[in-house]
């Protein structure tokens, strides 16, 4: 039976803290270095959230998110079910540095579970709404995120990049800065096909990478999958699982919640 593992794990880095960009306009070259990816610079992508667990008086990061409203972040079921998340970080780049007047701090009033998820990752249905305490600030470290249109489809080879402070290898630590892989979107055909997922590749998916030159991994999980479509860059995953195998294994490509299939249930709470 294949075995999946899934992101919203207890790997925390742990925080000492209390309570104009240009995202670009074009790819960059494939990094054969989250799993196999660079540091971003600064705020460069600013729709990016850290949820954070509290443990004593500190706050860990667990898992990603996304800014869609001034007052809701997208993220994943797992996060939200396997993570008691308190506080969400805005504007976020260097967890072990004070970034003065970049990043803000809110409090959690309500989280949202897709009524779908069954706690099946091969089932897809992974994803889930928090509503902040109080609208965020937006300026030019925090941002909207675009989303696509309802049921959108990438083409196959679409460029993306998947962002998070997850860990950089199978079992690692956590990357104290953000990060960004460059995984090109798998088409389902070929996400589905035996020799790739077979029938865990699921129609509200997004399958990217599977070179073995970079993946999502634990601690990603929630967070961004950025796709190059129409001239900017557009949210149409957040981060779901990968093999058991290992975060990087070719053929096995990470898979994402697929947002434009849930557009619908999403503005039903957010408007």
Partial sequence: MLRILFFASFAALVLGQSTDVVVPAKAPKPQ??????????ANAWPWQASLRAQSSMCYNHVCGG?????????????CLQANPIVMVVLGEHDM??????????????????????????????DIGLIRLTSPATLN????????????????????????GWGTT?????????????????????????????GSVAKSNMICAGGTGAASICTADGGGPLNCLVGGRYVVHGLSSFVSSLGCNVVNKPSIFTRVSAYLTWVQSYTG
Avoid: M
């Fill in 66 to 78: 996304v800014l869609i409203k001034a007052q809701w972040v997208l993220t994943t079921a797992t």
């Fill in 32 to 41: 054969t270095k989250i799993v196999g990816g660079q540091v971003t610079s």
């Fill in 169 to 197: 290898q199978t079992g690692g630590l956590l990357s104290a800065q953000l990060r960004q892989a460059y995984l090109p979107s798998v088409d389902y055909a070929t996400c589905s096909s035996s020799t790739w997922w």
């Fill in 96 to 125: 072990t540095a004070a970034e003065s007047g970049k990043e803000q701090f809110y409090g959690v009033s309500a989280t949202y579970i897709h009524p779908s998820w069954n706690r099946d990752l091969t089932a897809g249905n």
């Fill in 140 to 163: 030019s470290y925090i941002q909207l995120a675009p989303l696509p249109s309802l049921n959108q489809i990438l083409s196959r080879g679409t460029p993306c990049y998947a962002t």
